[in-house]
């Protein structure tokens, strides 16, 4: 199936330099277990975005939708 994912952090620094706001948006194809696993994934790990992402040394709040793609 195909869903659109949108992130969105809030009071983040990347490299040393605060952003108020970041949005990133895109669409995959992936199938029910693999929506679960990262779902659970966000839900479980504290640092799961710092881990992820080179530079990104800190993030206030985030959040992450999942929604399908007609």
Same mark, same amino acid.
């Given at each position: 199936?195909? #869903?659109?994912?949108?992130?969105?952090?809030?009071? #983040? %620094? #990347? /490299?040393? $330099?605060?952003?108020? /706001?970041?949005?990133?948006? &895109?669409?995959?194809? %992936?199938? $029910?277990? $693999? %929506?679960?696993? @990262?779902? $659970?994934? &966000?839900?479980?790990? +504290? /640092?799961?975005?710092?881990? +992820?992402?080179?530079? @990104?040394?800190?993030?206030?709040?985030?959040?992450?939708?999942?929604?399908?793609?007609?």
């Amino acid at each position: 199936m195909k #869903v659109k994912f949108t992130l969105t952090m809030d009071d #983040v %620094v #990347v /490299n040393e $330099q605060h952003l108020d /706001n970041i949005v990133l948006d &895109w669409e995959e194809e %992936v199938d $029910q277990e $693999q %929506v679960m696993e @990262l779902s $659970q994934k &966000w839900i479980t790990s +504290r /640092n799961f975005l710092t881990s +992820r992402m080179i530079g @990104l040394d800190h993030v206030g709040e985030s959040s992450l939708t999942i929604e399908p793609v007609d």
